[in-house]
């Protein structure tokens, strides 16, 4: 077998595993977007099968010889080293294989052997166990949530958490789960590296935003009552259409969380609408459009193999964040669409000022509920869940006490105390489909968002000024190049060490929301 | 191994291919409700793959063994022989297995072997060429159909004609691939059969219509504008739940070309809505109503295996139809939905009589598009569409003369000559699907659902007066019990025979129409 034989059928494998992927995917948000209710039961045996077959597809015995063969090594016996250690490492083979591969091949065939190493040490029926409890626990989570019922939740979690921990023994992390679940969604990332950039933003975010809490200058709210869903609906979709979502490859629904799901080919976002809160939606959207634009800016021709693949969570929230805050929240944006948003709301907008607006666009207020908090309190909702997690990870919390915990670190943080378990423990679903450690990417996402904003400002001085003119183009075209075009070709530190010449820091995050927020809230 | 076992390994096996069966159905919904323009080409992929997977499903030689072993055989060398025959017939082993199945696991064990034998005679290349070009003529259909182009859309069907007769020459039909289409949709049923029947049934059929055309009587149409379509979509769903549609395991959405798609766990029907024809989008709903009825009352302990599926085709149309004319064009049903329908609409149909509402609703008037047709002349549009379809699989029409035949049969049968190939030939969805052999099934519903209708009313003498209260359970019940409850124990012919107690015949068609139609036309 040549080369090329080897690494093309390395690479129609590898597709055909991800073809199986979109297909969970989309049962995923049919689950949430239109799954009549008492479906559930079907779906579960749907996702539990796909599940199922897309192990098996990733795990195909075929692919580990293909791996090996274009890693230069022969026979299943050398595959069996493979398997255990990192290509290159080690005495099991030369670090350059003998074959000529291209850089981009070298990327697929290192990221590739990553994810099969990985998948290949989860049993079938351990993953198919998985994905029933999730859509079972997803529905459970749904209906205890609306009741404010933490006891009918809890063994439900109590299972994901022993599957999580399950899970990372398997892949041999039995002494620290935690590592395992935040590599899984920011990869090179862990527990120690995070806990010392949270630490240094959490020295500098709670006095800043003490301070601007405790500013006299207070954002209007009493205007935002009655604007119909179908013009918000409308106006969203011109303004995440002109940020450059291509709406011939995706679409964007309502469900009850939003959330962002499917690839550059065929795209799907969610929102939620509320007539007594437009920017709750509006600002979602541009959040879920970010994700969106990152998925359709990964090369098509690539996709399905790590060339094609978003690095993890953490870059996926940069984009997110940087559309959202950095953007969208700021002064050229609406210099833009203000007057467009007047024009579509002009009864309710007619007795707010510009100023008035904007400040309400930047309203900074504690919250319990995490996906209605503001920029700056926001960080403080995902240094408490970081908490959380990992002390539920090391076994030094219980379920039974998770709602307690909660609520202390509530107060500590943003100093309130939830009234009941549905704007407490219950209101996030992540933990529902297992997605622990999943949550700092939010905070990662925040820092390196600042980090890219910093640098794109520096290469393009005038940058802001597109804005004001409705083209948001050169800005696209940077985040084209330096983060979507690179698909996994680096780890998420890596990626911004490489872009911005710097490793990931809380610094930029800190100066942007002292230099955006501090004047607006001087009284 | 014991029976027992064996069978409950069966069964598994059975819904497990079921579910790949679901998922593949919801991509296909999916598709007609959601897709995005330019996501096509992901979505082929997906359908292809995982028609791959369900075909893989349902001829795992380990199935074959199961059947072999249940019936009596052993081992792989009886199996090569039951493969070639049917169970209980030839030498190849005794009649009654010698195991203790009941009767209702012997009738799974006999649809399974039958669909076992079929399915492995499709090479998986097959299978996944066939999905993958069905999803291309779905997309080149629509844009074909817009632009009525029936030259660009030519190489598609060529192409689908090939690889229908490829099927039915794998399936060992080369000789009457008409024959085997048509099996598919109806079994038992040939085109010998359905060329009788049908000419029966055109016998008094046209000059009925002609009577009913010259009659001076004529339904106004004149009030048909102005209906918004939410009130619309609101009217429709309460109309379809009071039927018994269970929106909890099912819902309704919007697609070009109305389908039901799903089973009884989860079931998706489309409708489409225009503003200046409500009748079109309620009776539309009705009829998916009438096939999502039936799915919903298949025994849902028993989905996946033949006592939980339909029979076929025609017997989903005898319900679908059953409810959509016998029912829903009924002076009873009219006098519960009446006064509600005015609820809804009232200035629409302020200046609009009882009567001329009524005549409306059963309004006759020869029609170039099969879906906008009465139940009058809907049978003739099958008669073309059979007679096409048996000319084109026998060779003697070529895909480039279908136009003209189309046109010319057009005018004999209906008096309307198409001005163009959207309005004629191109009408249809099911040709892009390769669905030869499904219209037949249109005509056979009618034809059952009158003679349902006939012995339904000798059974409970009073039902109509039900259906003035609102009341469609008696009716409903009965369809459960006759039709529903039964799953795939009898083909299509010996279950009308069953639950009638005589052949299937156009005879109650003829009568109904008669019975409905005459007393309305007669000046």
């Not at 009655?226 to 629904?253: M, S």
């Not at 407490?424 to 450690?437: A, I, K, P, R, Y």
């Not at 910093?454 to 802001?464: A, D, M, S, Y």
């Not at 990931?504 to 230099?515: D, K, M, V």
Request: hydrophobic share 40%; aromatic share 10%; net charge negative.
């Amino acid at each position: 077998m040549t080369t090329e034989t080897a690494y093309a059928e390395l690479v129609a494998r590898l597709k055909r595993s991800h073809v199986l992927g979109t297909v969970n995917g989309l049962l995923g948000w049919d689950e949430q977007v239109n799954l009549p209710p008492d479906s559930a039961d079907l779906r579960a045996e749907q996702l539990a099968v796909m599940a199922e077959l897309q192990h098996a597809a990733a795990s195909d015995p075929r692919l580990g010889e293909l791996l090996a063969e274009l890693e230069g090594r022969d026979g299943s016996p050398a595959f069996a080293e493979a398997s255990a250690g990192r290509p290159g490492k080690g005495t099991a083979g030369p670090a350059v294989p003998p074959y000529q591969l291209t850089a981009d091949q070298q990327v697929v065939l290192q990221r590739a052997r990553r994810d099969y190493d990985r998948v290949v040490k989860l049993p079938p029926e351990f993953v198919r166990e998985k994905a029933r409890h999730n859509s079972q626990t997803f529905h459970a989570w749904a209906d205890c949530k609306a009741r404010s019922d933490f006891a009918g939740y809890a063994p439900f979690l109590q299972k994901q958490l022993e599957l999580a921990k399950q899970e990372a023994a398997y892949l041999g992390y039995a002494a620290a789960p935690y590592d395992y679940l935040i590599d899984r969604h920011d990869p090179g990332m862990t527990a120690a590296v995070i806990e010392r950039l949270f630490a240094e933003l959490k020295t500098d975010l709670v006095p800043l935003m003490r301070e601007i809490v405790s500013s006299p200058v207070k954002a209007r709210t009493d205007f935002l009552r009655g604007f119909p869903v179908a013009p918000q609906r409308e106006f969203l979709r011109a303004v995440t259409e002109r940020l450059g979502f291509n709406y011939r490859r995706g679409r964007i629904d309502v469900s009850l969380h939003p959330f962002c799901e499917g690839s550059g080919a065929d795209i799907r976002m969610t929102t939620r609408f509320d007539e007594n809160n437009p920017l709750n939606s509006l600002f979602g959207s541009i959040h879920e459009t970010g994700h969106g634009l990152y998925e359709q800016g990964l090369p098509l021709e690539h996709q399905g193999t790590p060339l094609g693949q978003a690095v993890g969570m953490g870059v996926h929230e940069s984009q997110s964040r940087l559309w959202e805050n950095q953007v969208a929240r700021g002064r050229a944006f609406w210099r833009f669409f203000e007057p467009r948003f007047r024009e579509t709301f002009p009864a309710q907008l007619r007795a707010v000022s510009s100023d008035e607006l904007y400040l309400t666009v930047n309203a900074v207020r504690p919250t319990l509920i995490r996906v209605d908090a503001d920029e700056v309190t926001y960080n403080l909702h995902i240094i408490l869940r970081f908490e959380l997690e990992k002390r539920l990870l090391a076994g030094m919390l219980v379920v039974a006490d998770l709602p307690a915990a909660w609520n202390a670190l509530a107060q500590e943080l943003l100093g309130l105390t939830p009234p009941n378990d549905r704007e407490g423990v219950l209101q996030d679903v992540h933990w529902s489909g297992g997605m622990f450690g999943y949550f700092p990417s939010y905070c990662i996402g925040n820092m390196m968002a600042a980090q890219l904003w910093h640098q794109v400002r520096k290469e393009f001085p005038g940058l802001e000024e597109d804005f004001a003119c409705g083209d948001f183009s050169r800005l696209l075209g940077w985040l084209r190049r330096q983060i979507h075009a690179q698909g996994r070709r680096h780890d998420t530190q890596e990626l911004v060490r490489v872009v911005t010449g710097e490793p990931l820091t809380p610094r930029h995050l800190l100066h942007y929301l002292r230099e955006r927020y501090l004047p607006l809230y001087r009284a």
